[in-house]
């Protein structure tokens, strides 16, 4: 298994990339639509709802789907690392934020052992 601490050190990130493309990210981790908007994003729990509202979780031109489980919303990593890519899309998240983002995916898949 890969030292947790070269994984957050490791920095190499093509915002241009899809790098969950080919991989299987559904069964887990999940996290519920607060906790992508807060961990990943570094926005309130209120934030991806509102930009789903205002049509803004689109990849495209197509809606990003939200899984739910008991009616709790909630997306995987494949997902998030696509919502990233659609919010910069519609101009929402700037270059660095995009990176920022995909970093902390990168660090979660690779420390869920999916790259």
């Not at 890969?2 to 493309?21: G, K, R, T, Y």
């Not at 803004?56 to 997306?75: A, C, E, S, T």
Request: net charge neutral; aromatic share 10%.
């Amino acid at each position: 298994m890969s030292d947790p601490a070269l994984i957050l050190a490791d920095s190499e990130v093509n915002v241009h990339d899809f790098m969950l493309q080919d991989v299987d990210t559904d069964q887990r981790p999940t996290y519920t639509v607060a906790e992508t908007g807060m961990f990943f994003f570094a926005k309130g729990r209120e934030w991806l709802p509102r930009m789903e509202r205002e049509g803004r979780l689109l990849f495209d031109g197509k809606p990003i789907p939200v899984h739910r489980v008991k009616n709790i919303r909630y997306y995987t990593l494949g997902d998030i690392e696509l919502i990233a890519h659609g919010l910069a899309q519609c101009g929402v998240l700037p270059g660095e934020r995009l990176r920022a983002t995909l970093q902390i995916v990168r660090a979660q898949a690779r420390l869920w052992l999916y790259l």
